[in-house]
Nanobody
Framework: QVQLVESGGGWVQPGGYLRLSCAAS????????MAWYRQAPGNPREWVAT???????AYSDSVKGRFTISTDNTKNTMFLQMNSLKPEDTGVYYC??????????WGQGTQVTVSS
């Protein structure tokens, strides 16, 4: 059973930064393209960034140039470095495979709040 555990969220002022982590079980990060998603209150869950060993990385237009996705396969951990945070980045952030298919259980997510 795949397990994904997100952490690193918190409250930060606009312009600040956070680094999110996703601890994945087994060899998930080596065998699947992975992504970060986020969900703001009242909105559907949206894709933020993707990483895989074949195509590298990709970002949504809303975070391009500010966020960086990476993995440490030796530690089975994926990261999302978020800089120059904006209030519209507020939401619960999740890691999951990309594309968003299959029956993996979702983690609990990690809350990111950007406000002054």
């Amino acid at each position: 059973q795949v397990q994904l555990v997100e952490s690193g969220g918190g409250w930060v002022q606009p312009g600040g930064y956070l680094r999110l982590s996703c601890a994945a079980s087994g060899s998930v990060l080596r065998n699947y393209a992975m992504a970060w998603y986020r969900q703001a209150p009242g909105n559907p869950r949206e894709w933020v960034a993707t990483i895989n060993i074949y195509d590298g990385t990709a970002y949504s237009d809303s975070v391009k140039g500010r966020f960086t996705i990476s993995t440490d396969n030796t530690k089975n951990t994926m990261f999302l470095q978020m800089n120059s945070l904006k209030p519209e980045d507020t939401g619960v952030y999740y890691c999951y495979r990309y594309p968003r298919i299959g029956d993996w259980p979702w983690g609990q997510g990690t809350q990111v709040t950007v406000s002054s």
